[in-house]
T-cell receptor, first 111, second 113 residues
């Protein structure tokens, strides 16, 4: 399983764009990159998943360069309610559903 | 709301006791996974059940066991509780054995004293 490295914490202000970068140097050919969001005392929530280039949904965008050794989760115009822990996961979506979480990035949004 | 419900939401047990946690999976999902999340850490995979059979296990001792029922709901049992078992226990369901988009419940906060 590819190991991921992401910043422990980030601070932002309301209305700003936040970019959280995740490194996964040993990503395998069949691996997808998935991001989850977790609020205190709640279970993680799936945000976005991608394999290469760019993926966008109503919540976030995911940018993946050609070498796929890193990825960036982009949250446009964050609000206080985006304060949460964000996890970057890398794994083969066809190999099973066991998710391997690291410590994640704690994003704090202030007014 | 993910449609995955867990009970109870909070629980206090004494060291050495046994505990059973319950999870109802999202409608149409036949696979349930359990995770343990210690304070300040990411969730750690305990095991997974697919159509009532264990289908993968993380690095947890045998005193962590589980069941999945015909309606795909699930139980997590922990025997001989230790203080380090204090954690948030999360249940996640998926529509099949594969896929990385899981739907988590709100968790059960277990405190062992």
């Amino acid at each position: 399983l590819a190991k991921t490295t992401q910043p422990i914490s980030m601070d932002s202000y309301e209305g700003q764009e936040v970019n959280i970068t995740c490194s996964h140097n040993n990503i395998a050919t069949n691996d997808y990159i998935t991001w989850y969001q977790q609020f205190p005392s709640q279970g993680p929530r799936f945000i976005i998943q991608g394999y290469k280039t760019k993926v966008t949904n109503e919540v976030a965008s995911l940018f993946i360069p050609a070498d796929r050794k890193s990825s960036t989760l982009s949250l446009p115009r964050v609000s206080l309610s985006d304060t949460a822990v964000y996890y970057c996961l890398v794994g083969d979506s066809q190999a099973g559903t066991a998710l391997i979480f690291g410590k994640g990035t704690t994003l704090s949004v202030s007014s | 709301e993910t449609g995955v419900t867990q009970s109870p939401t909070h629980l206090i047990k004494t060291r050495g006791q046994q505990v059973t946690l319950r999870c109802s999976s999202q409608s149409g999902h036949n696979t349930v996974s359990w995770y343990q999340q210690a304070l300040g850490q990411g969730p750690q995979f305990i095991f997974q059940y697919y159509r009532e059979e264990e289908n993968g296990r993380g690095n947890f001792p045998p005193r962590f066991s589980g069941l999945q029922f015909p309606n795909y709901s699930s139980e997590l049992n922990v025997n001989a509780l230790e203080l380090d078992d204090s954690a948030l226990y999360l249940c996640a369901s998926t529509p099949g054995r594969v896929g990385t988009e899981a739907f988590f419940g709100q968790g059960t906060r277990l405190t062992v004293v």
